[in-house]
């Protein structure tokens, strides 16, 4: 019998980076760049609230899949500045980024709210990127497996691994130019997916991916893909990401 293999899922994530007009102008762009991307490769566009819309429009046709930031447990409710799945669907949305460290530092996000908001995307069809990662504290601590097996253990809780992602973020190498180094990155990386119990889960890795490191990175055996912040926000950078040899 033949092994599930993960498959590659290439994310950009734009952060609260980009207007309607400044969204639609990347695509413009972008599109003719990645027409001759494997189809075996998935790409999402992981952009602000406001963007999804003009973007969903843009992207029929095309194999690129759009995915949100963020999402709340509940369906609906009194719950202000917040995003329920349900919206999120009905747009056309098919992965949500769940868990960033920038979300857990900024807006109070704990294990327990990433636990709920997992739950809650799947409910309803939305595939999740899980974002995990250590301080540069806590790795210069020796705490790497400690703080990513309590990350996992308490954010999988009643979720199911068949429709997944991960991304493996060391903090202190995103938006910093430091990325980790490819062999460390596939090292934890193989920790999470043995953590995980699921061969063939789809696990990224993000801090600091450009163009010029792509490739390697891409190279590891452990690495299923990358979650992009600063170079997926020019079309060329993204799309040669996108194109890694
Ligand atoms: P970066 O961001 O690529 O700008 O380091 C990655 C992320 O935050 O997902």
């Not at 809780?157 to 910093?176: F, K, Q």
Request: hydrophobic share 40%; aromatic share 6%.
């Amino acid at each position: 019998m033949e092994c599930p293999v993960p498959q590659t899922v290439i994310a950009g994530n734009w952060k609260m980076y980009k207007t309607q007009r400044e969204a639609l102008a990347f695509l413009q762009a972008f599109l003719p760049l990645v027409s001759g991307v494997p189809a075996a490769r998935e790409l999402v566009l992981c952009v602000p609230f406001t963007a999804l819309v003009p973007l969903a429009d843009k992207l029929q046709g095309t194999s690129i899949q759009l995915g949100a930031q963020n999402v709340h447990w509940e369906d609906q409710g009194a719950f202000t500045g917040e995003i329920a799945a349900p919206m999120l669907v009905e747009l056309g949305v098919r992965y949500v980024v769940v868990g960033h460290s920038e979300r857990r530092q900024y807006f109070g996000e704990t294990d327990q709210t990433v636990n709920g908001r997992l739950r809650a995307a799947q409910a309803h069809g939305l595939t999740p990127i899980l974002c995990v990662g250590e301080t540069k504290q806590q790795r210069e601590a020796g705490q790497i497996e400690s703080l990513i097996y309590r990350q996992l253990d308490q954010a999988l809780v009643g979720v199911d691994p068949d429709n997944l992602v991960i991304a493996y973020e060391p903090i202190w190498a995103i938006g910093t130019g430091l990325t980790c180094e490819t062999q460390e990155a596939n090292r934890v990386i193989g920790l999470i997916r043995q953590r995980v119990g699921r061969p063939d889960i789809t696990i990224q890795y993000g801090g600091s991916v450009k163009p010029g490191n792509i490739d390697e990175l891409m190279a590891a055996p452990e690495i299923n893909g990358v979650l992009v912040g600063g170079a997926s926000l020019e079309p060329e950078s993204f799309a040669r990401i996108a194109n890694y040899c």
